[in-house]
């Protein structure tokens, strides 16, 4: 099992209770949906899975491959393997891009270690290319007046880079146009494999058409309330979230 | 010149507006008294032999303008200390790589006065670099004066103890269509006084006054700039940012002043800090006087911790706090030293 997550509640700081009791196992070579609607707390999950310090969890546990991610650091969850690609990748001015990838592969390496230079360049513009991006952007602050697609394109392209365990995307979709959204699927797809997981937050199925999952889960008031295969993705792209409504009355 | 039997101003103190923050009387007393010392240091450059002379000239060597300093800018002036005078003819003087180099250093105490002449066509990379022995005090005289069509790349990094001090009164001057840029940086010493002006004194005159600087435990650094645009269609730039660390203090006067007639000016002023410690301190001050017309003249101030998302999105990639909160104010920093290296 990849990543197990038991009655997960969690709140802003001093603020309301925003997930209720998340219950969810993704085995090892699986890849599981999030749908939902707005405010409904996907993007919630994410953020406490990989340990945004405005959220505070309040009970559950969370845990990768054994290890207990809620006792970890941000950091140390990176490092136990575990990936976001962030709704809203942040901009982080005067740092290149490959500055950045080098000191997160640095800190997965040994005290005094670092990556062999002419390896890890080769490597970035080959993953680059596979993404179809611009070697430019090697020397270009991270994120910093990227257009939205692109920082996404970025997001992903640290994730190949970092090759996590487990892999949480953050509606990875939104701002991506129709090329640019089976460029980075593909990207996603290639890292696809029997000792990894992936975490699919999207709202719109044209994501899982390229990503097609084993299992999609349905969001809502902090909560998983159903668990299907894919067809789910299907219905919810035809009815919608109508029949949440019958649940809440 | 200065008469020399002018009588001295009064010592700065908190009612010399320009000495407002932190601890003037303290600070000023402090440096008068070194003064009375024999001083004691050496300027040294390897400048071409031909290039250089020891006396000044009545003609091109104006002192220093002074943001508040008159008292350190008269006494310096009236030291028998060392007088370096440099004029630069047409050509190509050192390299990004290998700068003509200038270097003053500091033995208890010296107040040298430094000239530098960029003849038109001439293009100048030069390092200034001022190096204090322990418990030392500098106060230091500098001109530059870079005529028509000439360009100069100045780095000033004055290093030295948390027993040292230094004030520096510059002027840079730029005549039609030359270019300046200057980039200061202060590492080490207990206080420090910048005051550098500069003058915009032709059409088409660029000018980019840089400074970025890590002051920590009770360090003080107070800059004072003024942006004095004499000439209309001339554009200049000020940059002064700061990494703040322990009980460090940061003092930032600027002033643009855009005099009657220098029309379509174009100037920006801006002091930015990150605040890596609850017990730092900035005192900003961005002001502007505009007695023109078309002009574009703006200012920014800004101090704050890192941005906690920021530091979110590198911690989520794996990179430790400590790393990460490095690596950020290295970033902080990173914006001067490309605008100082741009083509």
């Avoid at chain 1, 953020?47 to 054994?66: F, I, M, N, Q, R």
């Avoid at chain 2, 003053?104 to 030069?126: K, M, N, T, W």
């Avoid at chain 2, 290093?159 to 009164?169: K, L």
């Avoid at chain 2, 080490?188 to 006054?209: F, H, I, N, S, Y």
Wanted: hydrophobic share 35%.
């Amino acid at each position: 099992m990849s990543l197990i997550i038991k009655n997960l509640q969690a709140r802003v700081k001093e603020g309301p209770e925003i997930l209720c009791g998340v219950n969810l196992e993704i085995p090892r070579g699986e890849v599981h949906a999030i749908m939902g609607p707005n405010g409904s707390g996907k993007s919630t999950l994410s953020k406490v899975l990989c340990g945004h310090p405005d959220y505070e969890v309040t009970a559950g546990s969370a845990e990768l491959d054994g290890q207990d991610l809620l006792s970890m650091s941000p950091d140390e969850r990176s490092r136990a393997g575990l990936f976001l690609a962030f709704q809203y990748p942040v901009e982080v001015p005067g740092v290149s891009n490959a500055n950045f990838l080098r000191a997160a592969l640095k800190a997965r390496m040994p005290e005094g270690e670092e990556p062999d230079a002419v390896s890890f360049y080769k490597r970035l513009r080959a993953t680059m290319k596979q993404l179809g991006m611009d070697p430019k952007m090697t020397a270009r602050a991270v994120n910093e007046g990227f257009s939205g697609g692109e920082k996404k394109r970025n997001d992903i392209l640290q994730m190949l880079m970092l090759e996590p365990t487990c892999a949480i995307l953050d509606e990875t979709d939104s701002g991506l146009d129709v090329d640019a959204l089976r460029i980075v699927s593909e990207g996603v797809n290639s890292l696809r494999a029997p000792f990894r997981s992936f975490l699919v937050i999207t709202h719109y199925k044209r994501l899982l058409d390229y990503i097609v999952p084993d299992v999609v889960h349905i969001f809502h008031h902090g909560k998983i309330v159903r668990t299907a295969g894919p067809e789910m993705a299907d219905y919810i792209e035809q009815h919608g979230f109508d029949f949440l409504k019958e649940d809440d009355a | 010149m200065m008469n020399k039997d002018a009588p001295l101003p009064e010592l700065p103190d908190r009612l010399n507006e320009n000495w407002r923050y932190g601890r003037p009387h303290q600070f000023a007393t402090e440096l008068a008294g070194r003064m009375d010392g024999r001083g004691k240091g050496k300027l040294t450059t390897n400048a071409p032999q031909e290039c250089i002379l020891h006396t000044l000239s009545p003609d091109a060597d104006a002192l220093p303008l002074s943001i508040g300093s008159d008292y350190f800018l008269r006494r310096a002036a009236q030291e028998q200390s060392d007088v370096l005078r440099i004029v630069l003819p047409k050509g190509e003087w050192g390299t990004e790589e290998a700068p003509l180099r200038i270097r003053c250093h500091v033995d208890s105490f010296y107040a040298p006065r430094l000239c530098v002449e960029l003849q038109p066509g001439c293009r100048a990379h030069i390092l200034e670099e001022h190096l204090h022995g322990s418990n030392s005090a500098l106060v230091c005289l500098r001109s530059y004066t870079v005529h028509p069509n000439a360009e100069l790349r100045l780095e000033l990094r004055e290093t030295g103890d948390n027993a040292s001090c230094a004030m520096n009164i510059s002027r840079i001057q730029c005549g039609e269509n030359a270019h300046a840029r200057q980039l200061s940086s202060y590492s080490g010493l207990a206080w420090v006084r910048e005051e550098t002006t500069g003058e915009l004194c032709g059409a088409g005159a660029e000018l980019l006054l840089l400074s970025a600087n890590r002051p920590e435990k009770g360090q003080w650094i107070d800059q004072r700039c003024l942006q004095l645009h004499h000439a209309a269609g001339a554009r200049s730039r000020a940059l002064y940012k700061n990494v703040l660390r322990g009980a460090s203090t940061c003092i930032f006067g600027g002033n643009i002043r855009v005099e009657p007639n220098a029309h379509e000016s174009d100037a920006y002023l801006s002091n930015l800090n990150l605040m890596l410690s609850p017990e730092a301190t900035v005192h900003s001050l961005p002001q502007l006087e505009i007695m023109a017309d078309r002009v574009r003249c703006s200012h920014g101030t800004a101090s704050a911790p890192i941005d906690p998302e920021q530091l979110f999105y590198l911690r989520s990639r794996g990179i430790g706090e400590t790393d990460a909160r490095a690596i950020l104010a290295d970033a902080f920093l990173n914006e001067v030293y490309l605008l100082f290296r741009q083509p």
